[in-house]
């Protein structure tokens, strides 16, 4: 028999264990192909990445996805190799040189390689369409882009997966080489046996997991833009170091003080559930680890993305309250309001005479001097601004970001007093908004006083013989199917070198940008579903297949299906459970810190991108237990 058939045979025998491997494998080529086909179609590419920032991202993204592939394939075949190390330590015993050795599993891998690789690349350009529609109805572009077969894309698919296996060819021969004989076939007991551990240093470490988690938590909800860098370093380096040390040593003394509550009594559901556990505790922790730390990132990114596509339009309907604005150019406004007359366009228009100034903010210790715009509340009240008390103003300071290196360190009420004036005013600030009253795209800090004090403010003003008068022509459209023909008319009336976007152009450009980046954190965050999952189904599959003994001596001992299964479904739901609700956790204070960035509530879409996540995890669980039912039926 030759080598060739061998490894067929091979293949054949251990074809239950490998389907989801290469499953997986095939999904990852097929993903990467639509994912370069996309890229590297320059009709896709002139629709819609104008921006050259967004481009990079798209690019840059792929990197991310070759980077999970890696560590997926690395560490699956990681687990395979060591359920098949008797195998390898029989072939060497009956005379198979390591060289044969390691040219039959490469055979099996480059068979593999290559089906799955072919399969996701037809895949793929069967699913390219489907993929590119989704991106379309994203970013909201009408139209037909046509997308056929790229070569280029299947090209780039071949080079990346076959520098894939490459890499696992590799792990392969270290495993062969450096492996002896002996420690082959000693590979799958279970080597991980608990020990009593020092109550004290088992607390101690615990704690200090837990207080390394809080830690991340508490510098993740106090970010500021001058300490970014070192922030973020702290962040990780706490969170995932926590979150190890919780697997590895709190997670284990919990379990410890459990077991030594029953004086050791567990009973054959604990002792199916609980003691596997802590007997591969030490094992898992990385694992474990890896698949929380990735599940907090993946509902970090997708919750994130998904949140800034859903609140879009409140975004920018938030930065730009009104649809046009004209400053200080009344020819060209009542130009505007003829061609929307004309265009049988139905709009309300107001005129709004604003105060521009100059002041110092009293709670800037550099004492820099300020734009200040002063807006009378009774020309806003349509857009839900109140009339603030005679004498004081509001502050509408618009987008909140939680990255900027001014701090809001303000005192109520805050005074403002004018420089580069005759006239010394001082103007009392009762409270801070986070929106805008007027376009953000004017100049100023927007302060809201009351017409009465507005006025008061340009008497004494005249009084000094100076005058700041801004004239503002404010509209809105009254039907939404208006936006875009009078967005074309307004860019009529616009200097090409103003920065004076509309409230149609702003929200579809925003659109865009966010359909691209919820587009690209989906593929992202597919493939790091599959892998997640994956992995611990991979890892299942092996306890499963070793605790077979065990499950034959029970249904021998007279114990029903139903009775085993009963302890195998809570360790599954410990092995699956335990992880996500830790990285949901983790999540959950990563997406409270971007809010931060937003004016809008992401509760709801952040809720429902978590609960995706969490029913697709679940189905690798589903998928898990069917694996052990069947595993518990054969056992007799």
């Known amino acids: 028999m030759t080598l060739f058939e061998l490894a067929i045979r091979s293949m054949r025998k251990n074809m239950k264990q490998y389907y989801l491997y290469f499953f997986a494998l095939m999904m990852s080529a097929t993903l990467y192909f639509v994912f370069a086909a996309l890229q590297n179609d320059a ?45 390898i330590g029989l072939y060497q015993l009956i005379g198979l040189t390591q060289n044969k050795v390691s040219l039959l599993l490469i055979i099996e891998n480059m068979l593999l390689g290559l089906g799955a690789l072919l399969i996701g690349i037809g895949a793929g350009a069967l699913m390219s369409r489907l993929f590119l529609l989704i991106l379309m109805k994203l970013i909201g572009i009408q139209g037909v882009i046509t997308l ?36 082959l076939f000693k590979a799958e007991r279970q080597s991980d046996h608990p020990k009593q551990p020092n109550q004290i240093l088992s607390a101690v470490i615990g704690l200090i997991g837990i207080a390394l988690i809080a830690t991340g938590y508490t510098v993740a909800g106090k970010l500021s833009g001058a300490q970014l860098p070192m922030q973020i370093l702290i962040i990780l380096v706490s969170t995932i170091f926590g979150t190890y040390l919780l697997f590895r040593v709190t997670i284990g003394w919990l379990f410890y003080r459990y077991r ?16 596997p556990i802590m007997h591969r505790l030490k094992a898992n922790a990385n694992s474990l680890t890896l698949i929380t730390i990735l599940s907090a990132v993946t509902l970090t990114m997708v919750a994130i993305a998904y949140s800034l596509y859903y609140s879009s339009e409140t975004e920018a309907r938030a930065m730009l309250p009104y649809d046009f604005i004209l400053e200080n150019n009344r020819q060209e406004a009542a130009a505007f309001r003829t061609e929307l007359e004309k265009a049988g366009i139905g709009f309300n228009q107001v005129n709004i005479e604003a105060v521009g100034l100059k002041g110092t903010f009293g709670n800037e210790t550099n004492g820099k001097s300020r734009s200040v ?57 009762a409270k801070t908004l986070d929106r805008y009253a007027m376009n953000y795209s004017l100049s100023g800090r927007q302060l809201v006083v009351s017409a009465a004090t507005l006025q008061s403010i340009r008497e004494q003003l005249a009084l000094h013989g100076e005058q700041a008068i801004v004239d503002i022509d404010a509209y809105h459209i009254m039907a939404k199917s208006d936006y875009a023909a009078a967005s074309e008319l307004y860019a009529k009336h616009v200097k090409a070198e103003a920065s004076m976007p509309d409230y149609y152009s702003y929200s579809r450009d925003s659109l865009q940008k966010f359909g691209l980046i919820i587009f690209t954190a989906g593929f992202l965050g597919l493939i790091f579903l599959i892998a997640t999952g994956s992995i611990l189904y991979f890892k299942q599959m092996t306890e499963a297949e070793q605790e077979k003994k065990s499950y034959t001596i029970l249904r021998q001992l007279g114990f029903g299906e139903r009775e085993i299964m009963g302890g195998i ?18 999540s959950i204070f990563a997406i409270k810190t971007a809010s931060a960035l937003t004016l809008s509530d992401i509760t709801f879409p952040a809720a429902v991108a978590i609960a995706f996540y969490t029913l697709v995890y679940f189905l690798f669980a589903a998928l898990t237990v069917g694996y052990y039912r069947r595993i518990v039926a054969a056992a007799l």
């Open 373 to 429: 715009l002063l807006l009378p509340a009774e020309k806003l009240q349509k857009n839900d601004i109140d009339v603030p008390q005679p004498g004081t103003a509001v502050w509408y300071k618009g987008q909140r970001n939680a990255l900027e290196q001014e701090t809001d360190t303000a005192a109520f009420p805050l005074t403002i007093s004018s420089e580069g004036s005759k006239l010394q005013l001082d103007i009392q600030v």
């Open 569 to 586: 479904l809570r360790k599954q739901l410990f092995v699956f459970a335990i992880p996500l609700a830790i990285g949901i956790v983790h």
């Open 260 to 275: 030594r509550g029953k004086n050791g009594q567990l009973g054959l559901t604990n002792s199916l559930s609980l003691a």
């Open 43 to 87: 009709a896709i590419l002139t629709a819609t990445f104008g921006d050259v920032q967004f481009a990079s991202l798209f690019k840059a993204s792929g990197f991310l996805l070759l980077g999970i592939a890696a560590i997926f394939m690395l560490y699956a075949n990681s687990i395979f190799l060591k359920r098949r190390s008797r195998e």
């Open 148 to 183: 056929t077969f790229s070569s280029e894309a299947a090209v780039q698919t071949a080079y990346v997966f076959a520098a894939l296996i490459g890499l696992t060819i590799i792990q392969m021969l270290s495993k062969v080489y450096r492996t002896t004989l002996l420690d």
